[in-house]
């Protein structure tokens, strides 16, 4: 188990363009599950690859166990990578594949077996150490991968979107399978993705980026309900958090924080005419999208999360109300969150 660190790193690929990584400074707890996400094109594969050491950073320096790593080979830097595109080996059966990176640094064979073997059983497949990996399901085979990745017991685990090849059901499962695994083996883990429900649900903290830039670092529950900007605000959760405009503020409130407002009885609460235009049945709930009508936002869109319990019809418009403790405030300009403020609506 070791930390991980990065100060100040940037990687700029071609001169005079935008950093692809900018300034990024983190550090992660020992042991801990950290979630890199961000939309495509955001970076997390470039800072990944900087702390395995596949990718030089422009500027900036980057530690594992408190020691500066940058002149460090992957292999001297003892981490394990798991791309979103992992190939097993088709012609070597899963214990040959997963005894691949002992072989290939050397490792006594005679000790090959005992490391396979505990890989093998952390993963739930020492039964299948004789097929080949075309005997093996989607799910089996992203299990070797991963058998593979840790049987040098590497000291930091990188894993870059291990589960997007996997259908819906699969990756649930998988995602269990990861979770449990980091449990017992206990290793540092970044792990990358642009699912923010996959970053919710596994991540000790989760790093947001945007164009390179970490914008909120924090444990699902602080960057969901305490985002640092609009960007985060409307990243995390779907349906994204409504933005609108009134009294100088940008005012954010989230879908599933709508009640009727005959149903809120808190003093504190803002109260708006809400006409519904289209109503999606999702069995446990209602996604109403609409338009909040009178007042400074009249004609804005806006969607909201319902349970059930009532009932809804599209070209209705009903009275709502958001407790004011559920709103967010951002800066116009920064887009940056700013205090609570009172707002005037009408
Ligand atoms: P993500 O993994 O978040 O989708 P990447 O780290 O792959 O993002 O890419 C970040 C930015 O850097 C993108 O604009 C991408 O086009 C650019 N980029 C990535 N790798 C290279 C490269 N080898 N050469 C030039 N540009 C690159
Ligand atoms: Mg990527």
Redesign the pocket.
Known sequence: MAVVQTRNVTKV??EGELG?VNNVNLETREGEFLVFL??????????LRMIAGLETPTSGEILIGGKVVNDLTPRERRIAMVFQSYALYPHLTVYKNIAFPLKAQNVPKNLHKEKVEWASSLLGIGALLQRKPRELSGGERQRVALARAIVREPSVFLLDEPLSNLDAKLRLSAREELERFHRRVGTTTIY?T?DQVEAMAMGDRIMV?NK?VVRQIGTPKEVYDDPADTFVATFLGSPPMNLVENDGVIVGFRPEHFRLAEDIREVDKLTFKFRVENVEYLGAEFILSGLLMGGKADGKKVIARLLLGHSYEAGTTYDFAISARQLKFFDRTTEKKVPAKALTWQ
């Open positions: 690929f071609k692809a961000g939309p495509s094109g955001s970076g997390k594969t470039t800072l990358v642009h980026l390179g």
